[in-house]
C-alpha cells in the first residue's frame, strides 16, 4: 500500500504561483513514477505531468509545459508540483498519483495509477 496527502491548494489571482505537495509513504518508493492529474467541475481528470522516482526524470503535458515543474525530495519522500504563471483555466482539484508499474515514457491515463491521494483545490482568479 501507499498512502499519499496532498497539500499547497489555495487561491491566487492570475499569474501568481502555488506549489503542492505529495507527502508519500508505504512501500518502496523508487520504481515508481508519480503523476499530477487535475480534474475542474465538468470535465474530466486530465494529466498534468508525471516523474519517475528513481530517476528524475519528468515529462508533462503540453497545456502546463514551461508553466509548472515536478520534483521530488528523497529524505522527506515528497514530490512536489510547482505552478507558475497560473490562468483561469487550471482552476481543478489536483491530484496526486502513483503507476507501480514503472514506464517510461509515463502513462497519461488515470486507471494506470493504483494510488491517489485526497485531492487539493486551486483556484486562480482573473
Known amino acids: 500500500q501507499v498512502q499519499l496527502v496532498e497539500s499547497g491548494g489555495g487561491l491566487v489571482q492570475a499569474g501568481g504561483s502555488l506549489r503542492l505537495s505529495c507527502a508519500a509513504s508505504g512501500r518502496t518508493l523508487s520504481s515508481f513514477v508519480f503523476g499530477w492529474f487535475r480534474q475542474a467541475p465538468g470535465k474530466e481528470r486530465e494529466f498534468v505531468g508525471a516523474?519517475?522516482?528513481?530517476?528524475?526524470?519528468?515529462d508533462y503535458a503540453d497545456s502546463v509545459k514551461g508553466r509548472f515543474t515536478i520534483s521530488r525530495d528523497n529524505a522527506k519522500t515528497t514530490v512536489y508540483l510547482q505552478m507558475n504563471s497560473l490562468k483561469p483555466e487550471d482552476t481543478a482539484v489536483y491530484y496526486c498519483a502513483v503507476d507501480p508499474i514503472t514506464a517510461w515514457p509515463p502513462s497519461r491515463k488515470d486507471y494506470d495509477y493504483n494510488y491517489w491521494g485526497q485531492g487539493t483545490q486551486v483556484t486562480v482568479s482573473s
Open positions: 516523474i519517475w522516482w528513481r530517476t528524475g526524470s519528468t
